[in-house]
């Protein structure tokens, strides 16, 4: 038989353990909202809203003439993902507030999960022309491009000139030219470095001309480098990880973008800017990576 004190030692264990349980309880309770919340959180509310990413590029070989050249770059559409038509014409108001002189797209501008239909094409190439450009607009082809027929039309309806493998000279305010190369994507096999690099091979120019590459898988720019020099480097596909933690790199990492996904890099000479991008691919989240678009000013460097 028990003792009045074992009674009493019994009943204040027991009081303890439950409040034990509770505790634990509560605790997996507000863990599991915290998780819901932040999935909500990532799914419906970091996907949403425009971020402009502004960055000043000063090289000494630039020409005095693109003193003050204003780029913008817009990359990862993934259109039916997280980016719809309303969220595409907020796209095209900030575009066109910037005022760009030079407008270049990165690649992937619709998602693979995409029913893709002769409605949207027409939808995606009436808004994309609506984005204005003083001096021209430029685009290149991601992975995601070559999963569909139509992508070309598209860009080319909307009045972008379509790098595929080849360059073009921009002239702005004066003779002297600076030069832009595009290449098509490599993860479907379908680049060619020498004939977007072409300008360089004709007539025994030398690369002392102003150099911009649009690519889409950052990566490349390893393979680039190799062969000729590159002032300005732009590309996409990374998406900067998509999903992140502050002060941490990304958390995952997608073939093309193994060694280059955040958003600056300066590889030798170049500077490679690899943008965050707009909608979403293989899952429908962000973190920490609200969607962007990038706002480039050229400056001489002293």
Do not use: W
């Not at 590309?235 to 995952?252: D, E, T, Y």
């Amino acid at each position: 038989m028990m003792t009045r004190e074992q009674l009493l030692e019994e009943k204040e264990y027991e009081a303890k353990k439950e409040k034990r349980k509770k505790r634990i309880f509560i605790f997996l309770i507000c863990f599991i909202l915290f998780i819901a919340l932040l999935l909500l959180y990532s799914r419906f509310i970091a996907t949403s809203g425009l971020v402009v990413r502004e960055y000043k590029v000063a090289n000494e070989r630039l020409p005095q003439d693109f003193y003050g050249l204003k780029i913008v770059q817009f990359s990862d559409l993934h259109y039916g993902s997280t980016i719809f038509k309303k969220d595409l014409e907020k796209i095209v108001q900030k575009v066109n507030e910037l005022k760009p002189d030079l407008l270049v797209f990165t690649g992937d501008l619709i998602d693979k999960d995409t029913k893709v239909t002769e409605e949207l094409k027409n939808e995606l190439s009436d808004l994309l022309k609506e984005m204005k450009a003083k001096v021209g607009k430029y685009a290149v082809s991601g992975n995601h491009d070559y999963l569909y027929e139509g992508f070309e039309t598209i860009i080319k309806k909307a009045g972008f000139n379509y790098l595929d493998n080849t360059y073009d000279l921009i002239y702005y305010q004066g003779y002297q030219p600076i030069l832009i190369t595009g290449m098509s994507d490599s993860g479907q096999f379908q680049n060619d470095i020498d004939k977007a690099f072409a300008y360089f091979t004709k007539d025994d120019k030398k690369e002392d001309i102003y150099t911009i590459s649009l690519f889409h898988e950052p990566d490349d720019i390893t393979s680039i480098l190799a062969k000729y020099r590159v002032d300005l480097a732009l590309a996409g596909h990374s998406h900067n990880g998509q999903v992140r933690l502050p002060f941490l790199p990304p958390l995952v990492t997608v073939r093309g973008a193994r060694k280059y996904n955040d958003e600056y890099y300066k590889v030798d000479k170049t500077d490679l800017y690899i943008s965050g991008g707009l909608g979403t691919s293989n899952y429908k989240f962000r973190l920490f990576n609200r969607p962007s678009i990038n706002f480039y000013r050229l400056v001489k460097e002293s």
